[in-house]
């Protein structure tokens, strides 16, 4: 049977989606230890000629934290309020951390609206490849304080589609708490077995991609298949895999194995 993972061997610009469960304790506090290593990586990554753009998930999760809330604000004004709080403190580490490797980073907020006005989609798709040309760390993430129910994308994991085709890039990794596509619910079904690849996204598999939820984070694993499926059919090739070994990133862009594999078409 084919390699497809080979394929990885090659690409030169990704996109990386870190959940809050990636970055965040369950507590809300920042995972130092996490984080610091995720920009060491893609630090590293971009030494050895890689193009990286990171969408972080966290403000608002980070932002309840700093604000004292008991649990995730509910209510949209409570969301914003958290986000505007979480994104500061987000943005201070990741410039804290990138800037020991010499490397800059810069925010990009977007709303819903980038997926279909054409001029913010051209300015938002400019202002990323301007920063991919100067050696920048684009962190993208969506604009909690001003979305409404109207532009809300509702989970990184749809917003780093759209940001992966904005900037034609050749892989997506959406890492999470997850480890890929399974069968079945394995929390529930314990015969359920991960699914390696999938050469084509249909009904069959949004089917089964039954919806989950985490304590700090919003997306699901039918928003993560829904994204995944947008990103395939523009011809870039997504990886869905836990994002809790430091290892992860390292691995898929060896060619290993790992967490599941959503081929791109060709691209238009």
Do not use: C
């Not at 993972?5 to 030169?12: A, G, M, P, S, Y």
């Not at 394995?186 to 359920?192: E, G, V």
């Amino acid at each position: 049977m084919e390699n497809k993972r080979e394929e990885l061997k090659n690409i030169r610009r990704i996109v990386i989606k870190v959940g809050t469960s990636t970055i965040a304790h369950p507590s809300g506090l920042i995972n130092l230890y996490r984080m610091e290593h995720l920009a060491r990586m893609l630090s590293d990554l971009k030494n050895r000629g890689y193009e990286v753009v990171l969408v972080s998930s966290g403000a608002i999760g980070v932002g309840a934290q700093r604000m004292h809330l008991a649990e995730r604000p509910r209510d949209i004004e409570g969301k914003q309020a958290a986000a505007a709080v979480g994104q500061v403190v987000l943005m201070n580490m990741y410039q804290k951390f990138f800037q020991e490797y010499n490397y800059q980073v810069g925010q990009v907020l977007v709303t819903k609206q980038v997926e279909t006005d054409k001029v913010m989609n051209y300015h938002a798709r400019n202002t990323m490849n301007e920063l991919l040309k100067n050696k920048i760390v684009p962190v993208v993430n969506e604009n909690d304080t001003i979305s409404t129910d109207e532009i809300i994308f509702g989970d990184n994991d749809t917003l780093s589609a759209v940001v992966a085709a904005l900037v034609d890039a050749d892989l997506l990794i959406l890492l999470s708490d997850i480890d890929g596509l399974y069968s079945d619910d394995p929390r529930i079904n314990p015969l359920a077995k991960l699914i390696d690849r999938v050469d084509v996204i249909d009904e069959h598999i949004e089917a089964i991609a039954k919806d989950s939820s985490t304590k700090l984070g919003t997306g699901g694993m039918i928003t993560k298949i829904r994204a995944a499926r947008y990103a395939t059919e523009r011809g870039i090739h997504v990886v869905l895999a836990n994002g809790s070994r430091n290892e992860t990133i390292e691995e898929i862009l060896g060619g290993k194995v790992l967490g599941t594999l959503f081929l791109g078409g060709k691209k238009k």
